[in-house]
C-alpha cells in the first residue's frame, strides 16, 4: 500500500483534488488528509501539484485510491465542499 499526505496550511479552505477520477475533498485550515493506494509504494504511484485552485494528487499506478482524515476516517467525494454561490 502506498500513501501520501496532504495538508493545508493556510488560513482558507483548500480543496484536494484525486485524479484520474474527479474526485474533491474539501480540507478546513490545520486539516491533513491522506490518499491511499492499493499499490507497492516502490511503484511511485503519486504526483503532487499544487495550483490556485488547490491540490491535485494524481494516482498514477492505475489503481484505486482512498482518502482518509487524520483519524483515519474516510473521506467522501465532496466532503464539506463549499455552497455554490448564490445558493
Given amino acids: 500500500m502506498a500513501k501520501t499526505s496532504v495538508s493545508n496550511e493556510t488560513d ?3 480543496c ?3 485524479e ?3 474526485t ?3 480540507m478546513r485550515p490545520g486539516e491533513e488528509f491522506t490518499v491511499v493506494a492499493r499499490v507497492e509504494p516502490e ?7 499544487v ?4 491540490i491535485t494528487v494524481w494516482v498514477n499506478s492505475g489503481a484505486d485510491a482512498e482518502v482518509f482524515d487524520s483519524h483515519g ?3 467522501s ?6 455552497a455554490e454561490n448564490g445558493s
Fill in 51 to 54: 495550483h490556485s485552485q488547490g
Fill in 16 to 18: 484536494l483534488w484525486v
Fill in 43 to 49: 511503484e511511485s504511484p503519486f504526483n503532487v501539484v
Fill in 24 to 26: 474533491d475533498h474539501w
Fill in 73 to 75: 476516517s474516510p473521506v
Fill in 12 to 14: 482558507t479552505m483548500l
Fill in 20 to 22: 484520474p477520477w474527479g
Fill in 77 to 82: 467525494c465532496g466532503h464539506q465542499r463549499p
